[in-house]
């Protein structure tokens, strides 16, 4: 019982916390443009080159493929 007396506080201090920062998060703005945040990562920035490998035309040899091509 005295577990109760340490739990029961710390769990309000941690929802109290959560909803302040949802709140936070609404007023703030984070919510507004969900379509403009999926859209944007699938667009490439132009220029932006260095980030990904170049392409491959075969990405390991012929003896390496299970199950061996017949």
Known sequence: MNV???LIPVSLCLGTAGLVACLW??????YEDL???????????PGDS???????TDPEPED?????AT
């Open 50 to 56: 260095s980030a990904r490998p170049a392409p491959t």
């Open 25 to 30: 998060t609404l007023r703030h703005g984070q």
């Open 35 to 45: 379509e403009g945040d999926a859209a944007r990562i699938l667009i490439d920035a």
């Open 4 to 6: 109760l007396v340490v």
């Open 64 to 68: 390496a493929r299970w199950p061996p």
